[in-house]
């Protein structure tokens, strides 16, 4: 199965970017890659997901590597509600795109 | 994007009892997922509630332990059989987005003593 890589921990400031990495050196050609992230006592959220280009919502952006071995969630300004740990995931064709969930990032904002 | 509800939202149960967690989605979905997230742990899948047909289990989970029913486009039901305080987890559905998104419902807190 194709991994991710995260770093276990984050911290930022409120109202500043915080710039997530992902590591995915296994990704194959099919293989699309998803963020999820888990405010405390909740489900996990769906934030944003892509496969070659680069990808932007309400929530986030999502910059993907020309390799597509790594990627970054980039939330743009941070704020107390983005606390939460969050999940870099690649969903695989050959899986019927399931979700496996790691050990995720957890992000620390500071007022 | 799709909302999705659980019932109940917690329970204790004592062991060898059974306990089942309704999952509602608020429009037709074709896939249905159920989670178990352990303390302090990460989520893992248990299985595909599959609509019409037996659910998918993954590995190291069995229908005999985790009976899921789909019974329709909108609902699932997933049962946790002779429980033992090993299986005090918080469990989590989901249903599939239009492009392979997963939205979760808020989750089920069991305490099993």
């Known amino acids: 199965d194709a991994k991710t890589t995260q770093p276990n921990s984050m911290e930022s400031n409120e109202e500043e970017p915080v710039h997530l990495p992902c590591n995915h050196s296994?990704?194959?050609?099919?293989?699309?890659i998803h963020w999820y992230r888990q405010l405390p006592s909740q489900g996990p959220e769906y934030v944003i997901h892509?496969?070659?280009s680069n990808v932007n919502n309400r929530m986030a952006s999502l910059a993907i590597a020309e390799d597509r071995k790594s990627s970054t969630l980039i939330l743009h300004r941070a704020t107390l509600r983005d606390a939460a740990v969050y999940y870099c995931?690649?969903?695989?064709?050959?899986?019927?795109?399931?979700?496996?969930f790691g050990a995720g990032t957890t992000v620390t904002v500071r007022a | 994007s799709a909302v999705i509800s659980q019932k109940p939202s917690r329970d204790i149960c004592q062991r060898g009892t059974s306990l089942t967690i309704q999952c509602q989605v608020d429009?037709?979905?074709?896939?249905m997922f159920w989670y178990r997230q352990q303390p302090g742990q990460s989520l893992t899948l248990i299985a595909t509630?599959?609509?019409?047909?037996?659910?998918?289990?993954e590995s190291g989970f069995v229908i005999d332990k985790f009976p899921i029913s789909r019974p329709n486009l909108t609902f699932s039901t997933l049962t946790v059989s002779n429980m033992s305080p090993e299986d005090s987890s918080i469990y989590l559905c989901?249903?599939?987005?239009?492009?392979?998104?997963?939205?979760f419902g808020p989750g089920t807190r069991l305490t099993v003593t």
């Open positions: 989901s249903a599939k987005g239009v492009y392979y998104e997963q939205y």
């Open positions: 296994t990704i194959s050609g099919t293989d699309y």
């Open positions: 892509g496969l070659t």
């Open positions: 995931i690649l969903t695989l064709r050959s899986n019927d795109y399931k979700l496996s």
């Open positions: 429009s037709q979905v074709t896939m």
């Open positions: 509630a599959n609509q019409g047909s037996e659910a998918t289990y």
